[in-house]
């Protein structure tokens, strides 16, 4: 073989490997476009996983959030609405014994007219305690005061539940006997005075007892206002003749006792 044909031989030759190391090449470029593509396409699907993920994850924090946030308002309208009924509440207490104070026995007492069926008879009893002005003359407001809380406390004890037992002012007690008449009203007076008389309260080595005086009225669920006040005018009209007949005494008004066909002891 010629010199010249070898040559051509060797050209050749390193023209066949050249081919192949470039195909080879090209294969390897090609693997690693498609690794590529691959490797952005699971980022891809990645990335979107994420989004939703984080899409799921704000979704479910505005829930929450917003679960909270009405929770937290609803509580802060409980507090607010509670704050509210413990001032009304307030307003219509005697911060001393506890009782319904004037506005809040009113209140009281329009309230059981308004759920009362008409014709349903209710009963004042207003309560004038006897011998309480040596009590603060002598042994002080502080004792006064201790004094008008167990008084209070004996009060509510002779009465039921469902009555309406106020301390409209000083030592002036007044209760709305809830479906009794007057002569029902009477007895439970009587109790009430007989309570206070056995009652003694001791106050700085002294022991003082009392008396009281109670004047008895009857007024009707389904009638005018002007009953009310005519009640209210009759027992203590009622309440002040049983001071001038000698205290410790239970009067009945005597147009309350005639409405009802009884006729009212001179004194009880």
Not at 23 to 38: H, N, S, Y
Not at 48 to 62: C, P, Q, T
Not at 156 to 185: H, M, W
Not at 222 to 238: I, M, P, R, V
């Amino acid at each position: 073989m010629s010199e010249a044909l070898l040559e051509q031989q060797r050209l050749f030759d390193v023209q066949r490997e050249l081919a192949l190391e470039l195909q080879a090449l090209a294969q390897r470029m090609q693997q690693q476009v498609q690794a590529d593509q691959q490797r952005a396409l699971e980022a891809q699907r990645s990335a979107e996983r994420i989004v939703l993920m984080l899409g799921a994850s704000l979704f479910a924090l505005g829930v929450a959030i917003g679960v909270a946030v009405t929770r937290l308002v609803a509580r802060a309208e409980r507090l607010l609405l509670l704050d509210k009924e413990r001032a009304e509440a307030a307003a219509c207490r005697d911060p001393l014994t506890g009782l319904y104070n004037r506005h809040g026995f009113e209140q009281a007492r329009e309230l059981l007219l308004r759920a009362s069926p008409n014709g349903t008879p209710h009963s004042l009893l207003l309560i004038d305690r006897d011998h309480f002005k040596p009590v603060n003359d002598t042994a002080g407001h502080g004792a006064g005061d201790a004094l008008l809380c167990r008084l209070a406390q004996l009060l509510r004890e002779q009465v039921r539940s469902q009555d309406i037992v106020a301390r409209l002012g000083g030592d002036e007690f007044a209760v709305v006997l809830v479906g009794l008449d007057a002569q029902r009203a009477t007895d439970v007076g009587q109790r009430i005075r007989d309570a206070v008389a056995d009652f003694s309260f001791a106050w700085g080595g002294r022991t003082f007892r009392l008396g009281t005086s109670i004047g008895v009225a009857t007024f009707v669920a389904g009638q005018a206002e002007a009953a009310w006040s005519q009640a209210l005018k009759a027992a203590d009209e009622a309440c002040y003749k049983a001071k001038r007949r000698g205290r410790g005494q239970v009067v009945v008004g005597a147009a309350a006792a005639a409405e009802q066909g009884w006729t009212a002891p001179a004194s009880a």
